[in-house]
T-cell receptor
Framework: KNEVEQSPQNLTAQEGEFITINCSYS?????LHWLQQHPGGGIVSLFM???GKKKHGRLIATINIQEKHSSLHITASHPRDSAVYIC?????????FGDGTTLTVKP | DAGVIQSPRHEVTEMGQEVTLRCKPI?????LFWYRQTMMRGLELLIY????????DSGMPEDRFSAKMPNASFSTLKIQPSEPRDSAVYFC?????????FGSGTRLTVV
């Protein structure tokens, strides 16, 4: 069992839909990191959060420390949001990665 | 700022050869990370440095792998000798506080 688990593994949505990707972890962490990897392979850091909620544009990330759970939400999804979304539990510099969620947004 | 710069972008080498991957972090960032990504294992943290000092190398798969950071603006990841199972994309990232920036990666193919 992976120490960081994401769901769903694959997600297909229509443009404009609200999207939620979930991440549960069983390890002790100091922060939860959300990454986005585009089909070309580049990785972008979206959020690092240790409590509460963060928002950037159409992206919202939340974390519940007691439940060891984080969610990434995308409002008004767009085909350009199609990517692999990876969560990682961080403890100091060490990271434990989830397997990623592949999101496809169809026009 | 040009971001985190990795070189080369692609490397194809024969089994048994030495391979050196290079990374230039963002100026002012105090952490540097080396990651490996494969289809089978996903993203894995290999090693990370804080202020040029290696902090945790427990992710380095074998003694064939070594990493150095001689100064704040340069790091190398070396594989000697290389094997086909080392084929992967190797990412370097640097951070300061909560801000992370990844390089574009080096795609290594060992034949």
């Amino acid at each position: 069992k992976n120490e960081v688990e994401q769901s769903p593994q694959n997600l297909t949505a229509q443009e404009g839909e609200f999207i939620t990707i979930n991440c549960s972890y069983s390890v002790g962490i100091s922060a939860l990191h959300w990454l986005q990897q585009h089909p070309g392979g580049g990785i972008v850091s979206l959020f690092m959060l240790s409590s509460g909620k963060k928002k950037h544009g159409r992206l919202i990330a939340t974390i519940n420390i007691q439940e060891k759970h984080s969610s990434l939400h995308i409002t008004a999804s767009h085909p350009r949001d199609s990517a692999v979304y990876i969560c990682a539990g961080k403890d100091a510099g060490k990271s434990t990665f989830g397997d990623g969620t592949t999101l496809t947004v169809k026009p | 700022d040009a971001g985190v710069i990795q070189s080369p972008r692609h490397e194809v080498t024969e089994m048994g050869q030495e391979v050196t991957l290079r990374c230039k972090p963002i100026s002012g960032h105090d952490y540097l990370f080396w990651y490996r990504q494969t289809m089978m294992r996903g993203l894995e943290l290999l090693i990370y440095f804080n202020n040029n000092v290696p902090i945790d190398d427990s992710g380095m798969p074998e003694d064939r792998f070594s990493a150095k950071m001689p100064n704040a603006s340069f790091s190398t990841l070396k594989i000697q000798p290389s094997e086909p199972r080392d084929s992967a994309v190797y990412f370097c990232a640097s951070s300061y506080g909560y801000g992370y920036t990844f390089g574009s990666g080096t795609r290594l193919t060992v034949v």
